[in-house]
């Protein structure tokens, strides 16, 4: 008989690995604290590793009908020269596009095809977990409700799907603390824009020392005059944070100076930070890579195995192939330990070099190079700073760490 799997956490991950139990016929339910799920963060992207296996779960058309496909990838340095442009999602010849999509959109189609193919039950929220225990037999999930009381639940399995503060991960590594300051802070927003750069480009530019910035649209035509909506981040290395909260407000007095002449040809970067409503504010953390992720009956999915700085478009996209991984190996081995420790032997390498080269080399360390040997200041030409060759091979190398170069994609 096939195992019954408590998912902790109907974030990305969570809702993607119910959907993925479902397909191979295990029994769900989703234990989520929050009291219902509204539209909280900016944007998020998707490579096309993940489109992938969201639209095997028949998802693609729908995500795509609420998201943007960007074609380019594109760099500058801090005075709009223009540096390189790269070919991305289906424009650079895979089948799958990248999509760029607010996450409360992804968030929203996820849990209603959750709730529409597991039962209106199948998502519990209001139920935060605090700690999972496991015998022989099964695991007991510990539940407190919103309005303050406590609840247990059994089940065959549980994964803590639970998100950069995951309390399952603190219970099963309490030596690891908490997650660490990269020494950059960001800050976030999304603006209504005219079409920048013909509206399909994913921008990045400058360097984190002086000021960076990464601009791509996420919404299309949100208004009669063809607006999109335009989520930008900036980036700045400070020693100033605060903890990770991902509804902290910022406040655009705090940055804003060091953009204040970034006014190019193709952008106006301070008019397209104040045209933000709001403003959040949080610091790039991460944690080393745990040496092992569960144990037994319990393990770890998404941001909750594996935090990672969000520099590599890797965040929700990991988390997505942890959940197809996972489900493939329980419907491998119905036994659920066996089949967990396949899915870590899978999934705990990989995603482990994925932390690592976003902390080195994603694929902003274009933007370090053309920074550290042109000494921050504007170059002649590009050619005299870094051959074509070589931004390739950062982009290739980042894609083949991350699992989707072309060739890994187009394997039958
Ligand atoms: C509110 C919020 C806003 C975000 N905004 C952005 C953004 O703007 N841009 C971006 O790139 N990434 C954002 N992220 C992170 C991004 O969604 C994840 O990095 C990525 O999608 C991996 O997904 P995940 O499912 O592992 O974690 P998450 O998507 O973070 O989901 C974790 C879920 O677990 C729930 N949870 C936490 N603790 C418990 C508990 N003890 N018991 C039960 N449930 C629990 C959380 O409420 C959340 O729904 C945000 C995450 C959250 C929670």
């Given at each position: 008989m096939s195992p019954r799997v408590a998912v902790i956490g109907a974030g990305i991950g969570g809702l993607t690995l119910a959907l993925e139990l479902h397909a191979a016929g295990i029994e769900c339910q989703v234990f989520e604290a929050v009291p219902e799920l509204s539209a909280v963060g900016v944007g998020i992207n998707l490579l096309p590793h993940a489109t992938r296996e969201l639209s095997r779960l028949g998802l693609g058309e729908e995500l795509a009908s609420v998201a943007v496909a960007p074609r380019e990838s594109v760099y500058f340095n801090r005075f709009g020269q223009h540096i390189h442009t790269e070919r991305i999602g289906r424009a650079a010849g895979y089948d799958w596009p990248q999509l760029s999509i607010h996450r409360a959109d992804l968030q929203a189609v996820l849990a209603r095809a959750v709730r529409a193919r597991l039962?209106?039950?199948s998502v519990v929220t209001g139920h935060r977990c605090e700690r999972v225990d496991q015998d022989e037999r099964g695991v007991t999930v510990r539940l407190t409700r919103a309005e303050g009381s406590r609840t247990r639940v059994r089940a065959d399995a549980a994964v803590g799907c639970d998100g950069i503060h995951s309390a399952v991960r603190r219970q099963l590594?309490?030596?690891?603390?908490p997650p660490v300051y990269s020494g950059h802070n960001m800050w976030r927003g999304v603006t209504v824009s005219p079409p920048i750069l013909g509206g399909a480009s994913m921008i990045r530019a400058g360097w984190l020392a002086t000021g960076k910035l990464v601009v791509y649209p996420?919404?299309?035509?949100?208004d009669d005059a063809g607006r999109q909506l335009v989520n930008w981040v900036v980036e700045i290395e400070t020693p100033r944070h605060a903890d990770r909260d991902w509804n902290r407000a910022g406040r655009v007095e705090d940055f804003i100076d060091v953009f204040?002449?970034?006014?190019f040809d193709w952008l106006d970067v301070p008019a397209l930070i104040r045209g933000a409503p709001e403003i959040l504010e949080y610091p790039m953390v991460d944690q080393d890579p745990l040496p092992w992720w569960g144990t037994g009956r319990v393990t770890l999915l998404g941001d909750a195995a594996h935090p990672m700085v969000?520099?590599?478009?890797n965040g929700a996209g990991q988390a997505v192939l942890d959940a197809s991984a996972l489900a493939a190996e329980l419907a491998a081995s119905h036994d659920v330990a066996t089949a967990f420790a396949g899915y870590e032997r899978l999934r705990r390498p990989a995603t482990s070099a994925v932390v690592r080269a976003n902390r080195?080399?994603?694929?902003d360390a274009i933007l370090r190079e053309v920074y550290q040997r042109t000494g921050d200041r504007p170059f002649a030409r590009i050619e005299d700073v870094i051959s074509t060759e070589e931004l390739d091979d950062i982009i290739t190398g980042y894609q083949e760490t991350a699992g989707y170069s072309l060739a890994a994609l187009s394997d039958p």
């Amino acid at each position: 008989m096939s195992p019954r799997v408590a998912v902790i956490g109907a974030g990305i991950g969570g809702l993607t690995l119910a959907l993925e139990l479902h397909a191979a016929g295990i029994e769900c339910q989703v234990f989520e604290a929050v009291p219902e799920l509204s539209a909280v963060g900016v944007g998020i992207n998707l490579l096309p590793h993940a489109t992938r296996e969201l639209s095997r779960l028949g998802l693609g058309e729908e995500l795509a009908s609420v998201a943007v496909a960007p074609r380019e990838s594109v760099y500058f340095n801090r005075f709009g020269q223009h540096i390189h442009t790269e070919r991305i999602g289906r424009a650079a010849g895979y089948d799958w596009p990248q999509l760029s999509i607010h996450r409360a959109d992804l968030q929203a189609v996820l849990a209603r095809a959750v709730r529409a193919r597991l039962g209106e039950h199948s998502v519990v929220t209001g139920h935060r977990c605090e700690r999972v225990d496991q015998d022989e037999r099964g695991v007991t999930v510990r539940l407190t409700r919103a309005e303050g009381s406590r609840t247990r639940v059994r089940a065959d399995a549980a994964v803590g799907c639970d998100g950069i503060h995951s309390a399952v991960r603190r219970q099963l590594h309490p030596e690891q603390g908490p997650p660490v300051y990269s020494g950059h802070n960001m800050w976030r927003g999304v603006t209504v824009s005219p079409p920048i750069l013909g509206g399909a480009s994913m921008i990045r530019a400058g360097w984190l020392a002086t000021g960076k910035l990464v601009v791509y649209p996420i919404r299309e035509q949100v208004d009669d005059a063809g607006r999109q909506l335009v989520n930008w981040v900036v980036e700045i290395e400070t020693p100033r944070h605060a903890d990770r909260d991902w509804n902290r407000a910022g406040r655009v007095e705090d940055f804003i100076d060091v953009f204040a002449d970034w006014r190019f040809d193709w952008l106006d970067v301070p008019a397209l930070i104040r045209g933000a409503p709001e403003i959040l504010e949080y610091p790039m953390v991460d944690q080393d890579p745990l040496p092992w992720w569960g144990t037994g009956r319990v393990t770890l999915l998404g941001d909750a195995a594996h935090p990672m700085v969000p520099r590599g478009s890797n965040g929700a996209g990991q988390a997505v192939l942890d959940a197809s991984a996972l489900a493939a190996e329980l419907a491998a081995s119905h036994d659920v330990a066996t089949a967990f420790a396949g899915y870590e032997r899978l999934r705990r390498p990989a995603t482990s070099a994925v932390v690592r080269a976003n902390r080195t080399n994603p694929p902003d360390a274009i933007l370090r190079e053309v920074y550290q040997r042109t000494g921050d200041r504007p170059f002649a030409r590009i050619e005299d700073v870094i051959s074509t060759e070589e931004l390739d091979d950062i982009i290739t190398g980042y894609q083949e760490t991350a699992g989707y170069s072309l060739a890994a994609l187009s394997d039958p």
